[in-house]
């Protein structure tokens, strides 16, 4: 039972180290932005889509329909 | 038989008809067998075009050797747009690498003039055939020219500002996730990242606020322009003397030609109309833009026809002006006719989005990794050891 709990923690601690790694960090992050340049700038979305239609346009390398 | 005399030379009358076939074929210039040239001229000049603006006007005109206007001539007029560029895709992607115009006229001063808005960067085809209406006043010819459109400057512009932004964003994210942390006994996370991702998340929830609610008020205005679009048929009066007949397509998706033409006939006897004047105006409604301007004559059977990319996808109008033709016996009022066609427009592909985000992200892992190198950097390190000094 205890070798359990201690298991469980070290788990735990694991878990929490492994998140908060550089590498983890920093693909979570990029992973947002990304995110948000899609839906900004590439989404289909129609709201999306007709809100920014003319900054699509003017910007380089954004293909519209 | 009828003789005259010339000089010393008696002048038959079969001489007499070669000396009057000479000067009747000197006033149409080319002889048969040579083959007329093409000059083109734009307004404006096409370095100064700007892609998907303004109507670009085009001007074919047939040649001799001696620079003079062929006459009676059939001009076809094919535009191609430039090649697919994947790498560096244009804003509309699905227009590359496709037909954007076919029409045939008769150029009865050996000219073909017409207004079309050119919609993306790149080099264009235009492919000019030229024959003569009676199939042999001169040998047809054919000539390619190569345009080549400039980009819009202001794309440049922003986005040389996304990149600034993007590296910036990187870099600030880079900055605070290459400190060193501990966490604190009873925290999940070091105080600082957990800012940051907060931070991050904020902003992704705030752009997709702000671009809803702006998609919300524009659709609102979205909804009176349609109101305005509609107007424009309030314009149409139909002719009492005159039979109009709509050909082709009502429906388009861009990327691919539709064929639009229209038939005049006379409402009493139903004979086809030849001599008439027709102004040709394509609207794009969602900003009552024009984007095709042509001025034709139908042909023996009353019929104008031709095939048109619409690249925008959505709803366009043609409006046809018919007027009699100068000097012609049929004399009748003006009057106007338009159809509305709808033009479905078509997602770029996912690969040429993609293509491009990898770019954007490219610029924002590269201000990552400069954010993350600056802030372990020996140098750094060494100015954050230092001790402070104390104040006198």
């Known amino acids: 039972m205890k070798s359990a709990a201690i298991n469980t923690r070290s788990f735990k601690q694991q878990a929490v180290r492994f998140t908060l790694s550089l590498p983890v960090q920093a693909t979570l992050y990029t992973s947002v932005c990304t995110l948000t340049i899609w839906t900004l700038y590439f989404s289909s979305y129609p709201p999306a889509h007709d809100s920014l239609h003319q900054v699509r346009h003017n910007t380089l390398m954004v293909g519209c329909h | 038989m009828v003789k005259f005399k010339l000089k010393n030379r008696q002048i038959t009358p079969s001489l007499l008809i070669s000396i009057l076939g000479l000067i009747g074929g000197s006033t149409n210039s080319l002889a048969a067998g040579s083959q007329p040239k093409i000059q083109l001229t734009t307004v404006p000049p096409i370095e100064q075009v700007v892609p998907a603006d303004k109507p670009v006007k085009l001007t074919f005109q047939a040649v001799d050797e001696q620079g003079k206007r062929v006459e009676k001539a059939k001009i076809r007029l094919q535009i191609f747009t430039p090649a697919k ?20 006229a008769f150029a009865s001063t050996g000219e073909l003039q017409l207004q079309k808005v050119l919609p993306i960067r790149g ?11 009676d199939g042999k006043a001169f040998t047809p010819t054919q000539q390619t020219f190569t345009v080549s459109v400039p980009e819009k400057s202001v794309k440049y512009l922003n986005f040389g500002i996304l990149a600034v932004v993007l590296l910036g964003v990187g870099l600030g994210g880079g900055w605070v996730l290459g400190e060193s942390q501990k966490t604190l ?6 105080e600082r990242v957990r800012l940051l991702l907060s931070g991050a998340i904020l902003v992704a929830i705030a752009s997709l606020l702000v671009v809803n609610i702006r998609a919300e008020l524009a659709e609102s205005h979205h909804h009176g322009d349609h109101v305005h679009g509609k107007h424009s048929h309030s314009e149409d009066r139909p002719s009492p003397a005159l039979q109009t007949k709509w050909l082709g397509e009502d429906q388009a998706t861009v990327g ?10 006379d409402r009493n006897t139903g004979n086809p109309i030849t001599d008439a004047v027709l102004q040709v105006k394509a609207i794009g409604n969602e900003h009552n833009e024009t984007v095709f301007l042509y001025q034709g004559v139908p042909d023996a059977t009353g019929k104008l026809t031709w095939q048109q990319q ?3 996808g959505a709803p366009h109008t043609i409006q046809v002006k018919v007027s009699p033709q100068p000097g012609a016996t049929r004399q009748f009022p003006s009057f106007q006719v338009s159809q509305e066609i709808e033009v479905a427009g078509v997602a770029p592909p996912l690969s040429v989005r993609f293509i491009t985000l990898a770019y954007l992200t490219g610029i924002l892992v590269l201000g990552l990794g400069l954010g993350i190198k600056l802030r372990r950097s020996p140098k750094f390190l060494q100015f954050a050891q230092r001790p402070k000094t104390q104040e006198l």
Request: proline share 10%; charged share 20%.
């Open chain 2, 256 to 265: 691919k030609l539709a064929q639009i033409g229209l038939q005049l006939s």
């Open chain 2, 85 to 104: 560029t994947p790498w560096l895709t244009s804003d509309f992607p699905i227009v590359e690498g496709t037909q954007l115009l076919d029409l045939e």
């Open chain 2, 123 to 133: 080099k264009y085809q235009l492919i000019v055939d030229v024959q003569p209406i």
């Open chain 2, 185 to 190: 006994p009873g925290e999940i996370a070091p």
């Open chain 2, 310 to 312: 619409f690249f925008d």
